[in-house]
Every structure is written in C-alpha cells, then in structure tokens.
C-alpha cells in the first residue's frame, strides 16, 4: 500500500513563498512518478506540476515560472517550491504518483490527504 503525505501549507500573503513536501515511506520511491495537482473551491482538479524518475518535470502553464517541481530519492520525499503566489493559486494541493506517456503525466490511484494553501490579496 502507497501512502502519501502531504504537509507545507498554510496562509500566505500575495507574493510570497511556501514548500510543499509529499512524503512516503516505501522503498522503491525512485522508481515512482510524482505530479500535484490542486483543486480550488468551485473548480476541478487540475495538474499543477510532475517530475518523472529520471527528472524530467512538466508544468501548467499557469504556474510556470513561479513553481519548481523536484524530488530527494534519499528522503522519499518529493517538493513543490512555489514563489510569487497570488491569489488564484488558493487551494488543497495534493500529491499523486502515476505514469508518464509520452512526456505527459498520468494520474494514478494513490492520493495524498491534500493540503491547504491560501493566499490572500
């Protein structure tokens, strides 16, 4: 059984910084796709960012430039740096581990329990 861990969020102002970690306690965490995805109130659930085994990362397009994706294999640990946040970036973001096919990510059945991040303006 996959369990994921979610921590790191909290209340931000515009502008500012947090880190997201989503840990696990398995032992084949290297060989395991990572993606958050976060869903704001009233909205779906999109895919905010993933990073592959071999690091290969994507990222929507509406956190380009101000998220960075990246994983500690020792740790079994992957992060989501995210800088210059505003408002719409308010919501539960969850890890996930699925599948990369053709450069894209998948989303797979383990789920973390989210995490909440609000920003406020």
């Known amino acids: 059984q996959v369990q994921l861990v979610e921590s790191g969020g909290g209340l931000v102002q515009a502008g500012g910084s947090l880190r997201l970690s989503c840990a696990t306690s398995?032992?084949?965490?290297?060989?395991?796709?990572m993606g958050w995805y976060r869903q704001g109130p009233g909205k779906q659930r999109e895919l905010v960012a993933a990073?592959?085994?071999?690091?290969?990362?994507n990222y929507a397009d509406s956190v380009k430039g101000r998220f960075t994706i990246s994983r500690d294999n020792a740790k079994n640990t992957a992060y989501l740096q995210m800088n210059s946040l505003v408002p719409e970036d308010t919501a539960i973001y969850y890890c996930?581990?699925?599948?990369?096919?053709?450069?894209?990510?998948?989303?797979?059945?383990?789920w973390g329990q989210g995490t909440q991040v609000t920003v406020s303006s």
């Open positions: 996930n581990t699925g599948r990369f096919i053709s450069g894209r990510y998948y989303s797979g059945e383990h």
């Open positions: 398995v032992s084949f965490f290297d060989n395991m796709h």
């Open positions: 990073i592959s085994t071999g690091g290969t990362t």
